[in-house]
Structures are given as C-alpha cells and as structure tokens.
C-alpha cells in the first residue's frame, strides 16, 4: 500500500532529531545530481541541496525547469509538487512548521 506524503511525515515525527539529520545528509546527497545539474539552479550561486528537506533558497529566485519529478526522493517521500527551492511549502520533510509563503 502506498503512503501519501501526510502520512508519510507523521510517521516521520517519531525519528530522533540524530536520525533526521541523517536523513537530511542523504537528501542532499541524492538532490546533487538533480538540484545540482538543473538550469534553475545553475548559475544562481546557490550552494545549499535538498530544498524539499529544508525549504527554500535565499539565492535562487527565476524559475528555469525543475528536475525534482525525476529525484528518487520524489517517488520515495511520495512529493507531489516541484520548484522547492523556491517557495516556502507547509511541510517540508524537515520542518513541519514551515508557512506558506
Ligand atoms: S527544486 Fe527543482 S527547480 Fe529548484 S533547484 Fe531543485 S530541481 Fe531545480
Ligand atoms: S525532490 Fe527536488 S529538492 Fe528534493 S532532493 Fe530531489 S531534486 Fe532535491
């Protein structure tokens, strides 16, 4: 059965705070081929991975294509929007109490 990403956050609330830094580190280790190659985020001088983890980008403000729909963490955190670097979602994977913006 698969779990939507609400579901998929509230079971997240019990991780420890060592196991979430964990899981961030790995985010971005796996955002550097897709953050990390698309034009967006090219040239932008951002240095910072993982938006969906930890929200958005101070730096990045154009929009220029998106690769998150083709990130593994897309399909394994059940995501169903783009452009994370750019706009402060509800909830990201990290912070559960980030507003919309
Ligand atoms: S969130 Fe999307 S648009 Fe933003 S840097 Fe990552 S892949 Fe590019
Ligand atoms: S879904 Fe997007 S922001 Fe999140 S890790 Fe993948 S490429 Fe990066």
Do not use: H
Not at 50 to 70: D, H, Q, R
Request: charged share 30%.
């Amino acid at each position: 059965m698969s779990e939507t990403f609400e579901e998929k956050i509230k079971a997240m609330k019990t991780i420890s705070p060592e196991e979430m830094d964990k899981r961030v580190k790995e985010i971005k280790n796996v955002c550097k081929s897709f953050c990390g190659d698309c034009p967006t985020y090219t040239g932008a001088g951002e240095t910072q991975l993982g938006f969906c983890a930890v929200g958005k980008s101070n730096l990045i403000k154009e929009k220029k294509g998106c690769l998150c729909v083709n990130c593994p963490i897309t399909k394994a955190m059940s995501l169903r929007w783009d452009y994370y670097c750019t706009w402060k979602w509800k909830r990201t994977v990290r912070d559960l109490k980030v507003d919309m913006g």
